[in-house]
């Protein structure tokens, strides 16, 4: 099924209510990854560069978020706000 959204720069920004710069690697096991095939990518690139998390209220707003980043993303679910994250190389 394919939907076309558009959204300028702020309608963005709303699709999450909090971001900080990646520490995934401090708290591994905070994190479920919905597609496990992308968690070598995910901890690679961590090592490599600087890396973002974004959480969102629900995982269409996360899908979307992900989509709309200019950079490769990850949707991951957090265990310990119970909230749906998207980690990327986009800065915030």
Known sequence: ???????????????????????????????????EIQSEYVLETENSQKCYLRWCDSFIEAKILAT?????TVIMWDVNLEDWCVWSTSKI
Do not use: C
């Open 1 to 35: 099924m394919k939907l076309e959204l558009r959204f300028n720069k702020s309608e963005i920004d709303l699709l999450w209510h909090t971001g900080s710069k990646s520490f995934l690697l401090n708290d591994i096991t905070r994190f479920e990854l919905i597609d």
């Open 68 to 72: 709309l980043l200019p950079s490769k």
